[in-house]
């Protein structure tokens, strides 16, 4: 495990109602109570569909819940006649902190895989004060022909030429290979850490060994409490996307507890 504050974060894709995000927020935090979690070890964050998030919001602060939140997606306009789009000023509104940007269902089934869509709604979640979880990741073509490493740091270049260091060094950035996303394959442990190193060296060269040390690298794909400790050993792995298995209270709790060692 890194220097850096771990961060695991909850992607709950398309799953749970207004109400029933309400129960696992809760849920998760009793569990995470119980077993006397230290927030310092590592930061705890959910990221419910948009139409949950006022409700997560409403109970994290009545409650004054140490858990964070953040959003799915970010229109790359301010405002105006974007039919079904949602602002960043909207998101900060409602208390959110992240915004997942260029995760690879958006990229493939929402044709949000070019770049200058992706430069669009990073910048609209930094004038917005919103920390950017920019996902890269590549399938399992790309994979089994030997290029992913290429692959995935074009995908990082292409987006963070356009960024400063000072602006990198806040980035949370999500290495999810498409193969293992929601599949049960997980990535060996030693693929996240080759992969995490690999981001940290390009930020590296292009922003200085200060951005690079601060800029947080989580792993994503089937995640769970049985590798949570292995995916996190690897020295540049600061802290775990996960998705089917947030979407459990007592689960997520465990991985939260095993990934930061509290
Ligand atoms: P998964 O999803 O944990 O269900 O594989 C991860 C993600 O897509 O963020």
Redesign the pocket.
Known sequence: MSKRTPIIAG?W?MNLNYTESVHLVQGLYWQLRDATYDYNAGEVLVIPPFVDIRSVQVLVESDELPIKYGAQDISTHDSGAYTGEVSGSMIKALGASYVLVG???RRQYHAEDCPDILIGKIKQALKNELTPIF?VGENLEIREAGTYKEHILKQVSDVLQVFSGKEIANFVI?Y?PIW????GKTATAADAQEIAFEIRKLILEKSGDEVADSVRIQY?????SSNAADIMAGADVDGL??????LEAEEFSKIVRIATKA
Do not use: Q, W
Not at 180 to 183: M, N, P, V
Not at 220 to 224: D, I, N, P, R, V
Not at 241 to 246: E, N, T, Y
């Open positions: 992607n894709k995760h690879s269902e996902c999500a999810e293992a996303i929601g599949t994503g794909g089937s995640a769970k996307l996960v998705g089917g298995a947030s």
